[in-house]
């Protein structure tokens, strides 16, 4: 069964940053796309970023663009998300998600979140 | 950058009936459109992708079509456990912008 795993989640201050991990199992994860995806309490979806399974191309959308950093280490079948800057409005579950192909076919699979919550 | 509407916002049904749901594109998408549901403190689930390709264990229930701009979600023989949000996605273009609709809640009386 593929599984997603999230972690790192926490209670931050405005201007610090963070770090997300996911755990990722059932599948070869080193063949796959890989996204960020987040929903703000009681929001909708918004997609943050994703990376090609080789790690040669990364996408953000422009509300995170210069602050946070998607990652991966396909050896250890994790992904990572580094939040600098942080804001109010990044408060949210944050989801990992496999997508369907290796470059950019669209999400499938989600983890169940980690939350973040952005507070002075 | 592409935006999605998704309609209606809120949708009450009895069991047994049936949905239908709606999604535009305001820009050619080809069939690069995916629906996920999402029930209460649960991740969302992908139901259709391609526009009418059903996911992985996904029940017949579901069906998608449409192509281009606009697209149907519809699930038959409306069941207790089909209460949930509803969001169509697009995959045409990335990075995708907002790439999500604002979702149609589906509420089964």
């Known amino acids: 069964e593929m599984q997603l795993v999230e972690s790192g989640g926490g209670l931050v201050q405005p201007g610090r940053s963070l770090r997300l991990s996911c755990a990722a199992s059932?599948?070869?994860?080193?063949?796959?796309?890989m996204h960020w995806v987040r929903q703000a309490p009681g929001k909708g979806l918004e997609w943050v970023s994703g990376?090609?399974?080789?790690?040669?191309?990364?996408f953000y959308a422009d509300s995170v663009k210069g602050r946070f950093t998607i990652s991966r280490d396909n050896a250890k079948n994790s992904l990572f998300l580094q939040m600098n800057s942080l804001r109010a409005e990044d408060m949210a579950l944050y989801y990992c998600?496999?997508?369907?192909?290796?470059?950019?076919?669209?999400?499938?699979?989600w983890g169940q979140g980690t939350m973040v919550t952005v507070s002075a | 950058e592409i935006v999605m509407t998704q309609s209606p916002a809120t949708l009450s049904m009895s069991p047994g009936e049936r949905a239908t749901l709606s999604c535009r594109a305001s820009q050619f998408i080809n069939t690069n459109l995916a629906w996920f549901q999402q029930k209460p403190g649960q991740a969302p689930r992908l139901l259709i992708y391609g526009a009418s390709t059903r996911a992985t264990g996904i029940p017949a229930r579901f069906s998608g079509s449409g192509s281009g701009t606009e697209f149907i979600l519809t699930i038959s023989s409306l069941q207790s456990g089909d209460s949930a949000l509803y969001y169509c996605q697009q995959y045409n273009n990335w990075p995708p912008g907002d790439t999500f609709g604002q979702g149609t809640r589906l509420e089964i009386k």
């Open positions: 059932g599948f070869t994860f080193a063949d796959y796309a």
């Open positions: 998600v496999k997508d369907r192909g290796s470059y950019l076919d669209g999400f499938e699979v």
């Open positions: 990376i090609t399974w080789n790690s040669g191309n990364t």
